[in-house]
């Protein structure tokens, strides 16, 4: 797809449409296109790729259970008036949906973020509200841009300002994109920039690191989680590949990672096998 010189520009995010990240980046999207917002009225962060569609609130109790009597299939998903747009009781996902099918112009592309705290990894793509409401557009065939901000060890209150230079780099990837056929290769990008007391040391074509570790341990009686993925950031001593985000993040470049929509099928001939058995 190729985009206009002068896009129409969805911007969504998963923190929520008063996070100082989207201010940011609406600022600097609105100088290269006519920006409209979609965005959660509320954080909305890790819930992936969840959906309002085919939910509603059960009649006993505060639990979403799925209601199949509605022989339409349509579900409201509330919103109120916004000064940057449309702040939605909903999620990421539910935003990118609306924001691409329910409004007039659609979008040429949709960007998510800025997010407070990087979105590295493949493990992550799934988890993120704000990869996955740039996940959601892909699917419904629009290009779009996650953009994440490195927070890690950085301890002061965000303001907008401190998204700007994310801002410019997202404009810039806006801008510099028609003509030259990125999005006929490519149906999103990740975006992750280094933290805002950081000069970027340029930027990384990345690939997504494959390395996930999690620890679980049950000690008096209650579960614990260990994230080691970041405790080897705070660390600064990673098992990752010179050519994956978190190498990249670490080396304060800018990571930029082209990634389609994962599709792809195996045809695994064990699968087969079983299956000749039960026949």
Known sequence: MELD???HILLTNDDGIDAPGIRGLYDALSAVGTVTVVA???NRSAVGRSLSYGRT???DDDDLSVDLADSAFTVPVPHTDHELGYAVDGTPCDCAIVGTKGLEPAPDIVVSG???GANLGAYVFSRSGTVSAAMEAAFLGTPSIAVSLDTLGYDEELEPADFERAGEITADLV???PGTGLFDRVDYLNVNVPRPDREPNGFALTRP???YEMDATFEDGAFQLTNRLWQ???NRDIPDGEDTD???VLEEEVSISPLRVPYEIVDAEPVRRILDDIV
């Open 5 to 7: 010189s002068d896009p």
């Open 40 to 42: 959660p009225d509320r």
């Open 57 to 59: 609130k059960s009649s």
């Open 114 to 116: 800025c997010n407070s």
């Open 175 to 177: 801008a510099g994109a």
């Open 209 to 211: 690191t494959e390395i």
């Open 232 to 234: 080897q950031m705070a």
């Open 246 to 248: 978190r190498h990249a």
